[in-house]
């Protein structure tokens, strides 16, 4: 069992920076692919960014692709996600997420959820 928990979500305005930050219980956290997912209102949770066990590998919506960086410190047993040049259309719950896959998009194979973290962005 895994457990996870989200922090570093607020309120910032359009431009700004936040970086999310999940801590996970356990001993093999190096053995989980990480992922997080944002849901805005009335909308479905959709996928982020993704990171392999190693961190070797990554994977970006193409909505973040040059403002978002996922990564990982498995000595902390931890994920970020650092997001930069922050828009209106970002604003949504977060997530992070862990499978017990290598690497992998798809939400319904996530194995682990955390609680959420809101991020929301002023315009």
């Known amino acids: 069992q895994v457990q996870l928990v989200e922090s570093g979500g607020g309120l910032v305005q359009a431009g700004g920076s936040l970086k999310l930050s999940c801590v996970a219980s356990?001993?093999?956290?190096?053995?989980?692919?990480m992922g997080w997912f944002r849901q805005a209102p009335g909308k479905e949770r959709d996928v982020v960014a993704t990171?392999?066990?190693?961190?070797?590998?990554?994977y970006y919506v193409d909505s973040v692709k040059g403002r978002f960086t996922i990564s990982r410190d498995n000595a902390k047993n931890t994920a970020y996600l650092q997001m930069d040049s922050l828009k209106s259309e970002d604003t949504a719950v977060y997530y992070c997420?862990?499978?017990?896959?290598?690497?992998?998009?798809?939400?319904?194979?996530?194995?682990?959820w955390g609680q959420g973290t809101q991020v929301t962005v002023s315009s």
């Open positions: 997420a862990a499978t017990k896959l290598v690497f992998t998009t798809s939400a319904s194979l996530y194995d682990y």
């Open positions: 356990g001993r093999t956290f190096s053995s989980y692919g």
């Open positions: 990171i392999s066990g190693s961190g070797g590998s990554t």
